[in-house]
């Protein structure tokens, strides 16, 4: 992390939820930052890529961050509401990536991954899949709220999980069936 030259002294704490005076400088402050009552900074940006820039948001970045984590607070809340888990967390695979990170691992050009836009979404299967997908409708419906993304992905060995994108505005409400 020696590497990382970016906006050391930008001061995050205005966007972030806790009182923590965190700047891009002390990355391991920030990772343990929350955005929303069950979601912090450092599960929103983690990866397995390795790559010089450390994967830091801009604060831009984190504020879209932020407003996907209002969705996903909702959807953790209905989850356990419908389906009687009590305090069943929903696991991201993957939020904001750099440029570098996504290059690597294969993004598409304009992914909303790039901007702090979008979420993958741990699921154990379809029938998780599907739930989500709904939950997340209704929300949209029941809140008068757009999202710009809705895809249930596949990957060739089998794997599901849902990729979630809500930007600032011009949300397109795209919903697909993705095999990639
Ligand atoms: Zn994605």
Known sequence: MAQVEINKQARLSEHLTSSSVATLGNLSELNCT??????????MCKTSARTPDGNIPSHVHIENLKRLCGWLEMLRSEWNKRYGEGDAPIIINSGYRSQAVNKMV???LNSNHLTGCAVDIHVTGMEQLVRYATILLDISDLNNEDFDELLLERSPRGTYWLHFAVKPSGNRCKIRLIQT
């Not at 929350?34 to 599960?43: D, N, V």
Request: net charge neutral; glycine share 24%.
């Open 34 to 43: 929350r955005l929303s009552p069950h979601f912090t900074l450092g599960e």
């Open 106 to 108: 294969g993004g598409a």
